[in-house]
């Protein structure tokens, strides 16, 4: 070899942490508006049917974008990702505060967070997206999550 490590090796050597870029939803559609979406596949104008709807999804955001800027800092969220750790959670235990999480994207609660520890620390999570954590944990948080 070169010196270079492989990308896989890379990446298993990274102690980081990976967090999907994307969730997975299910739509229902007629019959219909799947064979017009399939016609436009074959017709060229999308690779798939994925690329169809993430395009019209952007959109409809591009076109209500100044709405949504406007309701995200009226309702004072977090946009993107936020991330709680173990240490994070007892240190906001040891300042004897609790946490009102409102987030418009991920949030991710690390796997070593106990469901106490969570419980005392987050007074509510409001997220709009997605919430990553042990089922423990949110079980934890029933009633806390909006």
Known sequence: ????????????????????????????????????????????????????????????????????????????LVLGLQHFSKRDLEAVRKAGTRLRIQVLGLVRIDDDVTPALAAQTIESISVLGALHASAAVKAALTGRIN
């Open 1 to 76: 070899m070169d010196g270079k490590r492989s990308p896989a090796k890379a990446a298993a050597m990274d102690p980081r942490p990976r967090y999907p870029d994307t969730e997975k939803i299910t739509i229902n559609l007629g019959a219909i508006d799947l064979g017009q979406i399939d016609l436009l596949v074959q017709e060229g104008f999308y690779s798939n049917r994925t690329d169809l709807i993430r395009t019209a999804i952007r959109n409809q955001l591009a076109t209500h974008g100044e709405a949504l800027r406007q309701t995200v800092a009226r309702r004072t």
